[in-house]
């Protein structure tokens, strides 16, 4: 099968490259702000006194740091990282990157006044990831509209026939995350024990039909281009997509095993968070089987390591959150920092590797500028090792935690033994803040020139002809 | 390779992903969602006064809920914390605190296990006074050093070294309400 991943036209238009890194950019700007609250917020649980400020309180910059790093980073990197795979992949320049600059403005503006109000203590209560008030969520949904109708009109105006498979993952994620969002803020059906079952819905899909359908569209397209082959399997892929759609939307109520929602409802999530395994290794079989006999070219690229590192963090973290959801599990990890160690894992060693692969694979093409190897090599360390830091302390807290109320003892002893943990996880979030530092260089180092050049292909690996 | 034609029209393969999606959406969130906001048994939470509700606001601008939840599972774990939640524990909130995390302890009838007033307004002022081990913030802002109390302030009586020398802690109106809220923490009996 022809594979518009390889096919790709060698030049960009000079719009297209500017405001994909325009987004590149800017998102890399919210992974610093974002994550270097996240530290705040991780001293303070072995600091307690540590910049004892309302604004800086734990309760409300920990919800800033979530939504800035999720809608921010991640939702920024991968929206730019799309509409330059669509615009690529359907062979066209992008339908009105003008139209695209506005929404990222959108974006920002909805991120800066979400920060401000969530810091003062305007919220909507601990609603995970939709905290902030809704007229913040009504423009952030517009600007997922304009990114959403950019894509679907760049794919409409192809020159290809078929829709490459990098695109119906895009294109599902600008229509999922529009329906999922207004669906977890409209409040007819949210009164009382409605609202947790929603809340369970929302903060679920807002993984698995966003940003799981983002990265993976955009390996879709990196991975073949990056090693110059096809991919494995168009078929595994487009199975991927369907299961992942008719198996994600049942499973948000494990969220709430054992609670007072209805028993029927938590079962099913149980049950479906068995078959999401079918898309998890999919996808993940799919995608590291196209690196099959290719490993030469894992050694000679920068980006490819982000890139499996990154499908080795959704194997692991899929997986892992099918084992959290059984009933045995959740008497022992539910509650506990478990589920952090979790996210983590799931946000930063799977979407957050795949857009830093993505970003060293692509952006070098358009821009024609390459970061230093050195750098790019130490930016890949200080996050692998910082992330593995991170998440093994948080997940030893967490069994240490559930090992402590079930041995029935005072709740104060579950601090106790956590703490030292505490520490581990900071010094694993330095490093990974580190890692972000170096990263936001190699960014400026891969900015376009600031005019028109034709630009020719540095390729990590050569293509075929 | 043939999708039944979708590999080749966007607009079906958009077509069929949003419609689908949307019927999950339907079945699996509104429509359950529906049920449990028409349940109909007795509320088992008494409607609140307005220094109560003020409390609660209190309690959601800081975030409380990310550390401490409202929800007992029916577990030998959970005893600790009161009876298993019911639906019509929640039919009052809004939103109802759950809540995913328990960096602190469950709150859902800490009214019932920790009623003194004296004792959350030292903890909110300094939770190391009274638990020397605890990482919670402390909430000072609620709180203002006077050299001598009015007759009508509300003191939280800290021990020494926790308070400036010569300096009484006044609890401001935010403090009142939010420790009149967590004494209303109280889960009614039920018939099991």
């Known amino acids: 099968m022809r594979d518009p991943g390889l096919t790709a036209a060698p030049t960009v238009d000079h719009a297209t490259v500017r405001v994909t890194f325009e987004y590149v950019a800017w998102a890399t700007v919210w992974l610093l702000v974002g994550t270097t609250i996240g530290l705040i917020a991780s001293i303070k649980l072995h600091w307690p006194e540590f910049l004892p400020f309302a604004p800086l309180s734990f309760g409300r910059i920990r919800p800033a740091h979530t939504n800035l790093v999720l809608l921010g980073w991640g939702s920024l990197a991968l929206v730019g990282l799309a509409l330059y795979v669509v615009s690529r992949t359907s062979r066209v320049p992008l339908w009105s990157p003008r139209l695209a600059r506005i929404a990222l403005w959108l974006w920002n503006l909805t991120l800066l006044f979400g920060l401000v109000t969530l810091m003062a203590g305007v919220n909507r209560g601990p609603q995970e990831y939709r905290e902030w008030v809704w007229p913040l969520a009504v423009m952030l949904s517009a600007a997922v509209l304009i990114d959403g109708y950019v894509a679907y009109r760049t794919v409409a105006a192809r020159t290809l026939t078929e829709v490459y498979v990098s695109n119906w993952y895009i294109l599902g994620g600008f229509c999922y995350l529009p329906i999922l969002y207004v669906t977890s803020y409209l409040p007819f059906y949210q009164g009382g024990l409605g609202n947790t079952v929603v809340q369970g819905y929302y903060m679920h899909n807002a993984m698995g039909m966003w940003f799981t359908q983002l990265s993976l569209g955009v390996s879709y397209y990196a991975i073949p281009r990056l090693l110059g082959r096809p991919i494995y399997s168009y078929a595994l892929g487009v199975l991927g997509f369907w299961t992942n759609l008719l198996f994600y939307p049942l499973i948000g109520a494990h969220h709430f095993i054992f609670s007072p929602v209805p028993w029927w409802l938590q079962s099913t999530a149980i049950l479906f968070s068995v078959g999401m395994m079918v898309p998890v290794w999919a996808g993940t079989g799919n995608l590291l089987l196209t690196f099959k006999g290719a490993s030469g070219a894992l050694h000679r690229s920068y980006a490819l390591p982000f890139i499996v590192t990154g499908l080795i963090g959704y194997a692991l973290s899929s997986t892992q959150g099918t084992i959290e959801a059984f009933r045995t599990a959740n008497i022992y990890l539910h509650f506990t920092n478990f589920t952090v160690g979790h996210s983590h894992l799931a946000m930063y060693g799977f979407i957050t590797f795949i857009a830093w692969g993505a970003v060293y694979g692509l952006v070098p093409r358009l821009t024609g500028r390459e970061p230093s190897p050195l750098a790019v090599g130490v930016h890949f360390w200080l996050a692998l090792v910082g992330v593995l830091t991170y998440v093994i302390a948080i997940s030893t807290a967490g069994i240490l935690q559930g090992l402590a109320w079930v041995a029935g003892q005072s709740f104060i002893v579950s601090v106790i033994a956590a703490e030292p943990m505490w520490l581990w996880r900071t010094i694993g979030g330095l490093l990974m803040i580190g890692s972000h530092v170096v990263f936001a260089v190699n960014v400026w180092a891969m900015r376009p020139y600031p005019v028109t050049v034709p630009v020719s292909s540095p390729d990590p690996v050569r293509m075929p002809a | ?192």
């Open chain 2, 1 to 192: 390779m043939s999708f039944g034609g979708l590999h080749t029209n966007h607009r079906a393969i958009i077509a069929v992903a949003v419609i689908v999606f949307f019927v999950l959406t339907l079945v699996m969130a509104i429509l359950p969602a529906l049920r449990e906001q028409a349940f109909s048994g007795p509320p088992t939470t008494t409607p609140r006064d307005e220094v109560t509700a003020r409390g609660r606001q209190v309690y959601m601008r800081e975030g409380c809920g990310f550390c401490h939840t409202q929800f007992v599972r029916d577990l030998p774990v959970d005893r600790p914390f009161g009876r298993a939640s019911r639906p019509g524990d929640y039919v009052l909130e809004d939103p109802p605190m759950l809540g995913t995390q328990r960096t602190g302890p469950d709150l859902a009838d800490v009214g019932t296990r920790q009623p003194s007033e004296a004792w959350h307004l030292i903890h909110l002022y300094d939770p190391r006074a009274v638990v020397p081990q605890s990482v919670m913030p402390a909430y000072r802002w609620y709180f203002v050093e006077k050299l001598q109390a009015g007759p009508d302030d509300v003191v939280a009586p800290v021990p020494a070294g926790s308070a400036p020398p010569g300096k009484v802690i006044v609890a401001g109106p935010d403090a009142r309400a939010l420790v009149r809220y967590l004494l209303s923490l109280k889960q009614a009996k039920v018939s099991p």
